[in-house]
């Protein structure tokens, strides 16, 4: 597999949370491919969001590497690695993170505030155009206008991968966002999210304790089998 290939890679990663005596990881090998739809899991409290939260920046490795697109995070400062987040991930969490009081396309806008990069990589072509567009292909095009305090969970999620996916990010990160929806729904967004991060060439990093849905991903993985702490 050549190098250009690979979007994360991890080698002798240990990660230990202040006023912790051991690690929560301790990963020697591990990489994401790059257009891969990766299903993470393990039992709760293992270090799936810990994981996540190294590979977004929001966490910084105790020791090794993470390299993601090339670029060391470690060797990053946090306003670096501030920037490069914005710029190339989309993430969804469990309670999606929306704020409540803005409108639909206020909050698929945020991302493209908090990073002209991202802005950047819409090219010339209206934001207001895409965001119509992005959402049309999530069935939530006629609620634009609306506050997101008053949608459906269902309709929120789909509003937290519009924002993810907008300026369409080398990374998505999603952290159990299906978890409050039933078996069939599950399925029906997970293949929308995955038409449009195969449309846009975006790698999915997903994390769950569910394995019902894993059939769904491209590779799946237990955190067990790379995180050698005992
Ligand atoms: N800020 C923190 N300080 C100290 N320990 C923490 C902190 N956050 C998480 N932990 C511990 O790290 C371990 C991994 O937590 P993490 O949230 O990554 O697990 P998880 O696999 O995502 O769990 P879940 O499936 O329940 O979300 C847990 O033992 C947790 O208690």
Redesign the pocket.
Known sequence: MSSSNILVEIRDLQFT????ENP?LRIPEFSVVRGEELFLY??????????LELFSGVLKPTSGSLKILGCDFVKMNDAERDAFRAEHMGYVFQNFNLINYLTVQENIELPIHLSPARRARLGSVDTALVIRALCGNLGIGDLLGKKVGELSVGQQQRVAVARALLGKPDLLLA??PTSALDTDHREKFLKLMFELSDLYGTTVVF?S?DRNIEKLFSRSIS?DSINKVV
Do not use: N
């Open positions: 949370y202040p006023g912790q929560t393990g039992p709760s409290g293992t270090g799936k969001t810990t994981l952290d159990e994390v304790h955190l």
